[in-house]
């Protein structure tokens, strides 16, 4: 069985940092493209960061120059670093990975179990 198991998060002050982490354990064959993704209280679930096997990245217009998605492929880990956090950046942060654990089932999504991110004073 395949799971992601995220860490971080908590409570920050607006302009401060935070650093999400998700680990993929199991069997594992290839991690085509690690996600983060959030959603805030009466809002749809929303991509933050991709970042694709050879490290292409995209980001959300709004996180752009404050937030870095990047993975160890040696520990099966995404990570998104958050500076400069803003209240609107809070939310239930989701890791997202495309991958293939069997020769003979297709590849899918897994989600991580999610964090909550709070930035307030």
């Known amino acids: 069985q395949v799971q992601l198991v995220q860490s971080g998060g908590g409570l920050v002050q607006p302009g401060g940092s935070l650093r999400l982490s998700c680990a993929a354990s199991?069997?594992?064959?290839?991690?085509?493209?690690m996600s983060w993704y959030r959603q805030a209280p009466g809002n749809q679930r929303e991509l933050v960061a991709a970042?694709?096997?050879?490290?292409?990245?995209n980001y959300q217009d709004s996180v752009k120059g404050r937030f870095t998605i990047s993975k160890e492929d040696v520990k099966n880990t995404v990570y998104l670093q958050m500076n400069s956090l803003k209240p609107e950046d809070t939310a239930v942060y989701y890791c997202?990975?495309?991958?293939?654990?069997?020769?003979?089932?297709?590849?899918?999504?897994?989600w991580g179990q999610g964090t909550q991110v709070t930035v307030s004073s």
């Open positions: 997202k990975m495309f991958l293939s654990h069997s020769y003979t089932a297709p590849s899918g999504d897994y």
């Open positions: 199991g069997k594992l064959l290839t991690i085509y493209t």
């Open positions: 970042i694709t096997s050879n490290s292409n990245t």
